[in-house]
């Protein structure tokens, strides 16, 4: 069980840091458009960046919980994750 796991954590660093170049840029991309403001940086500023880190981590956190839905510390560790990112 120890392998899939760091597999899905390498896969994980890997989505969580091509959606977050995507959403960094995403704003200016689609031309300023309201919808993408929430989820995207608008500006420089330090809780841009963190929801741009915030966001990908939590879909992706999604994803995994299906598949370790068996792990009752999933939920625990993945949230001391996210805030320490």
Same mark, same amino acid.
């Given at each position: $069980?120890?392998?899939?796991?760091?597999?899905?954590?390498? =896969?994980?660093?890997? @989505? %969580?840091?091509?959606? &977050? +170049?995507?959403? !960094?840029?995403?704003? &200016?991309?689609? &031309?300023?458009?309201?919808? %993408?403001?929430?989820?995207?940086?608008?500006?420089?500023? +330090?809780?841009? !960046? $963190?929801? @741009?880190?915030? =966001?990908? $981590?939590?879909?992706?956190?999604? @994803?995994? #919980?299906?598949?370790?839905?068996?792990?009752?510390? =999933?939920?625990?560790?993945?949230?001391?994750? +996210?805030?320490? #990112?």
């Amino acid at each position: $069980m120890e392998k899939p796991i760091k597999i899905w954590q390498l =896969f994980n660093a890997a @989505i %969580v840091t091509l959606l &977050g +170049t995507l959403l !960094h840029f995403l704003y &200016g991309l689609t &031309g300023d458009c309201a919808w %993408v403001a929430p989820f995207s940086a608008v500006n420089e500023s +330090t809780f841009e !960046h $963190m929801k @741009i880190l915030f =966001f990908p $981590m939590l879909l992706f956190a999604i @994803i995994e #919980g299906f598949f370790f839905r068996d792990n009752k510390a =999933f939920w625990c560790i993945k949230l001391k994750g +996210t805030l320490l #990112g």
